[in-house]
Each structure stands twice: as structure tokens, then as C-alpha cells.
């Protein structure tokens, strides 16, 4: 018993947990999800609608120098996302999700992901945080 007690503590400690390539999120917070269905008739020279969802995600503590790539809902990949407001340490990011379009060539693509928001931190590596509740937008009609 001591043996595998001993054991476990030293593989956690050299190495089978090493958090050396991981981007540090934990200061990282989503305020506020929201999302909004939209869809319009067929443009002129297509019969197929245009259909989708517009996303927004409020981070707090996001780092100047991180650099949001997409952001994932219900297993659809957004288009590339932009910083869109930003005031104190909160930032406001968006990005839009396009499941039909007679107009466009390229349409989100699904990801066998967990709803997330992803992004490239200073040193170019990869990294997430999760978003796990969603509000529906208020419709501005």
C-alpha cells in the first residue's frame, strides 16, 4: 500500500501531469453567453434560405495579448471571431454560425467539441475555456 502510494506521488510529481505546454485559464471567466437564431428568405438566383446563429461570450481578465480564433455551440464551429467591445479587463467577442446559405461557399462546419471559446495566447499555443450556459439573446424587433 505505502509502495503505491509512493508510486503515484511520483509520477504525478515528474512529469505525467505537466502543465508546461497548457495555456493558464483560470483567471479567465465567462460573464455572459448569449445566442440569437436568425434566418433570412432565399437571396435572388438561389431557393436555399440563409440560416444561423450569432453568438456573443463576455470574458473577464482576457489578456491583451490573446487572440480569439472560434467559438464552438451545440457542436458547430463559428466562423473566425473578432473582440468587438473591450472596456477594463472585459471583452466582448462575437462570432456567427452559418448552417445554410445559397450565397456563401463556406458554411460552419460540425466538431465533435464541447461548447467552448478558442484562442491563440501570446506564445502561439492553442487553448479553450469552456462555456457551459447559454442565454438567449432579446430580440431588438
Request: net charge positive; proline share 4%.
Amino acid at each position: 500500500m505505502k509502495v503505491s502510494l509512493i508510486l503515484l506521488c511520483f509520477a504525478i510529481l515528474n512529469g505525467c501531469s505537466s502543465t508546461k505546454d497548457i495555456v493558464n485559464t483560470k483567471n479567465m471567466q465567462v460573464v455572459n453567453a448569449t445566442f440569437k437564431q436568425w434566418s433570412e428568405p432565399p437571396r435572388s438566383g438561389s431557393d436555399i434560405p440563409e440560416r444561423g446563429t450569432n453568438l456573443t461570450v463576455m470574458i473577464q481578465n482576457w489578456p491583451e495579448a490573446y487572440s480569439p480564433q472560434f467559438i464552438v455551440r451545440n457542436k458547430w464551429k463559428s466562423f473566425p471571431t473578432t473582440i468587438t467591445d473591450s472596456t477594463g479587463n472585459r471583452v466582448v467577442i462575437t462570432g456567427r454560425i452559418i448552417r445554410t446559405s445559397g450565397m456563401m461557399k463556406e458554411k460552419s462546419g460540425k466538431v465533435n467539441l464541447s461548447d467552448r471559446l478558442v484562442f491563440i495566447n501570446a506564445e502561439g499555443k492553442s487553448g479553450y475555456i469552456e462555456i457551459n450556459d447559454w442565454q438567449r439573446a432579446e430580440s431588438s424587433n
